[in-house]
């Protein structure tokens, strides 16, 4: 595990951007996870910059979505879909039909949790998974008691985390209470992880994520046990961290 400490929110953009385009230009046609939230947008539009500066090309590649509110169409303008696309991928060179994000209309919940499964694993794995953190350290949608052996699967949203989101919806009432979610088991099978923070209200979920013990009550911990994982934080998100261990900007790994 390596925890980077960025100067500011272009900082850890850039930075998450760097290591990004780094795949991208390694392997071509890689498959990467993406994540929607408000922190990743700083880095895809750096990659938009950099695309448009003809130094990374995503014509290859193909991408699977972390989660989708269940109950919203790509149309809708707080889907995740809508969110890739206007953040994103309407920006870049991918092709359309090589994005993947669950469908949040789809009739039947087993069913969709099964074909993503199957998409996940007929593009032959995630090799650069890109996520944010919420509040209570929940990494995609998989809020706290998430067990740890699941794959993609329809979870009911907590309060919190509802509340936490409504700023993008009319009010709460608005905010789907259910939502589609790559399990822990599919995040931990990417090759790579790459994990964003910023914020003080981000400071403990990242203390007891990285630096306490492994439990689904805080399901980003899992991630100490992936043997490829990179954490960029700013220095907000990193105040607890700095005040309760001795870690100073010392990159380790475990
Ligand atoms: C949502 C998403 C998560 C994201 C989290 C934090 O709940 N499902 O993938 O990490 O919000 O969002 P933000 O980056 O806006 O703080």
């Not at 993406?34 to 130094?55: C, F, H, M």
């Not at 998409?119 to 740890?148: T, W, Y």
């Not at 052996?149 to 919806?169: D, P």
């Not at 992880?193 to 399901?219: Q, R």
Request: glycine share 8%; with cysteine; aromatic share 10%.
């Amino acid at each position: 595990m390596r925890i980077y400490a960025a100067k500011d929110y272009a900082d850890l953009s850039r930075k998450a951007a760097n290591i990004i385009s780094a795949q991208v230009i390694m392997k071509p046609n890689a498959v990467l996870g993406l994540a929607t939230g408000s922190t990743p947008v700083g880095a895809y539009r750096q990659l938009i910059e950099w695309y448009n500066k003809g130094d990374v090309d995503f014509f290859q590649i193909s991408s699977v979505n972390l989660d989708e509110y269940k109950g919203l169409s790509g149309e809708h303008d707080q889907s995740y879909r809508y969110f890739m696309n206007h953040n994103f991928f309407d920006h870049i060179n991918i092709k359309k039909e090589n994005t993947n994000v669950p469908n949040g209309l789809a009739p039947d919940a087993e069913t969709e949790c099964r074909r993503y499964n199957h998409v996940i694993k007929s593009l032959g794995g995630i090799d650069l998974q890109l996520l944010g953190i919420g509040g209570n350290g929940h990494i995609g949608f998989n809020e706290p008691g998430a067990a740890f052996e699941k794959e993609t699967h329809l979870v009911t949203l907590t309060e919190q985390t509802r509340e936490s989101n409504a700023r993008f919806f009319a009010g709460l009432d608005e905010v789907p209470t259910h939502a589609f979610t790559m399990g822990i088991k599919s995040i931990m099978s990417a090759k790579k992880i790459l994990l964003l923070a910023t914020g003080e209200n981000k400071a403990k979920a990242l203390y007891d994520s990285f630096f306490g013990p492994v439990t689904p009550g805080v399901p980003a911990s899992i991630l100490q046990l992936h043997n490829d994982c990179t954490i960029i934080a700013d220095e907000e998100a990193l105040s607890l961290i700095r005040e309760k261990t001795n870690w100073k900007d010392v990159n380790y790994d475990n």
